[in-house]
């Protein structure tokens, strides 16, 4: 029977295809929160991306509902927008809005004693994509080039170790597609090297690379500048790591030609640009943990080093806000009547914002302005922060657009059908900047430069980007730890084994692949598991290796590496002994046992546990599990299996010496068989 049992588990982990509980559990994440003790009480953490993690969705604004009232922060390199000083036990909502303006939600939920963390995403979500090799919408109509530009994609038809760029102006039609413009491709390797090519575009406008490296050990970027009006529309990738088998192909698509946008910044897909310094300065921020160290700004293709300073403390961004705006109706308030105040300011103060603008504008039935519609009112706080509005025309829904710091915020639809009321909002921004090295550079044209660091005995670099002439740029060097490990497994104890099964993720906090050496990286597992397996869709780069653990055999990607697998621990005398060394620690980890009558779990340093009932039956669950990397997770497991066998056994005695004796009374062979039965629901019998 512990062999069905296990082979069912098994089967369950390792199905290749969708719609297994393996792959289910990803999806399912998004938009839940997860409690994580490693931030603060009343910081909230919401990361958006297309479709898989290692698409983060930068510069986009964020939206979370606290008690109904919204605050906006915008999303970083990595796609995460953060929310600070949130009342505890608040009621919390985050949405976001994808390219088609169509909003994403989470679920409602309450803040906890601890930080928060989830994940929305803006694209239907992909689990087997990653490193920027996602391809394109399948079905429907083709995108617009510019929709697609900047996202590589697997081509089949090409030769391995290819890449091709086609540069457009948002037109595949275009009949004068650009040509002789030079297309740089920069490659991180996982040895900390870094390579530099450059193509000019053929007269179909595109540009080829070949020789590139397959193993998985380079990430590259594609970038280049096409000229558009009076300016150019830079344009980049997000990394691409080569599949063995088969080449790359990618867009990089201007606005059109006659278009009189803007012009185009794609880098801040990847970094922000807001608040970026003049012309002919580099601004290289750095986050993390930052040490008095050189930073250094180098030239991707001649590698000359092109200023050398130590990071200093940058000036507050007034623009990074974290603000929310809350209606309250005023019965003693005419209908139409709206007043405003505005409080707030820099860190810790809290003192009348003067000078704020305040429009209140019509809105659809979602609360979103309607484009294009007059401002029905117009106002501007005092010195004491307070403005007041009356509005004759109510038939519409309103919104509040305040403009503080130059930053945009909307609030809620305002009711002022019945009553007028008052709409209070409290807006703070640091009043410390982050350390940052300002570099001065008139770059040369389609130069490409990079900034690195030797921090905490490891090379830190930003992205390759190139810099333009009529405006400065920004780029941040993340000092995190290199790779952070994260499991999300199920398990169930019978009389012999204990069976596992999940998801297992690392996470590289780098532009460069990590590679684990000639034999790859091991994730070691519980001493003494058996039975190890992986599921048929990841063995191509993931391998068992008996008595020791998952052996991964292609390097770890910029962004995450997922894989799902299974393995047993063997149960002695009802008791699972668990010590699994965790190199890189567990970050945000989970772990679910199904409960047996008479289990108890002494549960690890760094975790908590209790029992949850599901509709699938009761677990024991340790939702967030958070140790320090070179350390060990040690738990035990018990389950009072010989008891039950033993009266199993006696159950069974009485039973075949009734039947013996000729079984005369039914009623007491009644209860035997009822509460075998009992027991054997608890697990495999004996034999």
């Known amino acids: 029977m512990k062999r069905i049992l296990l082979a069912a588990l098994v089967a369950i982990a390792v199905a290749p295809n969708g719609g297994t509980p393996a792959q289910a559990q990803i999806s399912a994440a998004i938009g839940k929160p997860l409690p994580s003790p490693d931030m603060p009480a009343g910081q909230v953490s919401v990361r958006v991306v297309a479709g898989t993690p290692s698409s983060p969705v930068s510069g986009t604004e964020v939206t979370l509902l606290v008690n109904g009232t919204p605050q906006i922060a915008r999303t970083d390199s990595a796609g995460r927008a953060f929310f600070k000083d949130l009342p505890g036990g608040a009621k919390l909502q985050a949405k976001v ?3 088609d303006k169509k909003e994403i939600t989470s679920e409602e939920f309450n803040l906890g004693e601890t930080g928060v963390r989830l994940m929305l995403s803006t694209k239907p979500w992909n689990p087997g994509g990653g490193a920027g090799m996602m391809g394109g919408g399948a079905g429907g109509a083709m995108p617009n080039p510019r929709d697609m530009s900047g996202e590589p994609r697997p081509e089949d038809k090409d030769p391995p ?64 500048l096409l000229p558009r009006g009076t300016g ?18 990618l867009i990089l698509s201007a606005e059109k030609k006659t278009s009189t946008d803007p012009n185009v910044d794609d880098l801040t897909k990847l970094e922000k640009q807001d608040g970026s310094p003049p012309a002919g300065k580099v601004r290289i921020q750095l986050v993390g943990g930052v040490e008095d160290q050189e930073v250094r700004l180098v030239d991707a293709e001649t590698k000359a080093v092109l200023g050398r300073v130590h ?25 139409g009547t709206l007043d405003v105040l505005v409080h707030g300011g820099g860190a810790n103060e809290d003192r009348p914002l003067s000078d704020v603008s305040i429009k209140v504008v019509p809105a659809d039935a979602d609360g979103v302005p309607v484009a294009g519609a007059m401002p029905l009112a117009e106002l501007q706080t005092t010195d004491n922060g307070q403005a007041r509005a009356k509005i004759a025309k109510l038939d519409t829904p309103l919104v509040a657009q305040i403009l503080i710091n130059g930053k945009p915020m909307t609030s809620k639809p305002l009711d002022l059908v019945k ?13 410390e900047g982050k350390p940052e090295a300002m570099f001065d550079l008139v770059p040369r044209p389609g130069q490409v430069v990079y900034a690195e660091t030797m921090m905490q005995r490891n090379l830190y670099r930003s992205l390759p980007f190139q810099p ?9 060097l993340f000092i995190f730890p290199r790779l952070l490990f994260t499991f999300s497994i199920t398990s169930r104890i019978d009389d012999e084994y204990f069976a596992v099964n999940g998801r297992f993720e690392l996470s590289n906090n780098s532009w460069v692949p990590y590679s684990g050496g000639p034999d790859g990286l091991m994730i070691p597992l519980p001493k003494g598991f058996t039975g190890g397996l992986v599921a048929e869709s990841d063995q191509a780069d993931v391998a068992i290796e008996p008595k020791e653990g998952f ?29 699994m060394d965790l190199p890189w620690g567990a970050f945000n980890s989970g772990m679910e046992i199904l409960q047996v009558p008479g289990m108890s779990v002494d ?59 000729g079984g005369k009374n039914q009623a007491r062979r009644d209860e035997l068989v009822a509460e075998l039965e009992t027991l054997w629901d608890e697990g495999p019998g004996p034999g």
Do not use: C
Not at 311 to 331: R, T, Y
Not at 468 to 476: L, P, W
């Open 551 to 579: 052996r991964i055999i292609r390097p770890i990607p910029p962004g995450t590496k997922q894989f799902h697998g299974a393995f047993s621990l063997p149960v002695d005398k009802g008791t699972v002994s668990w010590a």
């Open 232 to 249: 150019v529309d830079r344009l980049i990738s997000t990394p691409a790591v080569l599949d063995p088998r088969v080449g790359v192909r």
């Open 97 to 99: 809005f994808d390219e």
């Open 161 to 224: 170790g290819s890449m091709t760029v086609r540069l457009t102006y948002d037109d595949f039609g275009d009949k004068e597609p650009p040509a002789g413009v030079p297309v740089a491709l920069v490659g991180y390797s996982a040895d900390d090297s870094v390579k530099f090519a450059k193509v000019e575009s053929d007269k179909e406008g595109r540009a080829t690379f070949t020789g590139l490296d397959r193993s998985g050990g380079t990430s590259y970027f594609a970038m280049t």
């Open 603 to 661: 549960t690890p340093k760094g975790a908590d546990g209790q029992v949850m009932n599901v509709p699938q039956g009761s677990f024991f669950v340790m939702p967030r599990i958070q140790i320090l990397p070179k350390q060990s997770m040690v738990l035990t497991i018990r389950s009072n299996t010989a008891g039950r066998d033993a009266r199993r056994q006696q159950l069974l005695d009485a039973l075949v010496t009734m039947d013996k004796a």
């Open 311 to 335: 990071p200093q403390q940058g000036k507050p961004d007034p623009q990074d806000i974290q603000g929310q705006a809350q209606f309250v109706p005023k019965a003693d308030l005419e209908a």
């Open 419 to 431: 009553a007028g009321g008052q709409l209070v909002v409290e807006a703070h921004w640091d009043s």
């Open 468 to 476: 333009v002439t009529d405006r400065g740029s920004s780029a941040t």
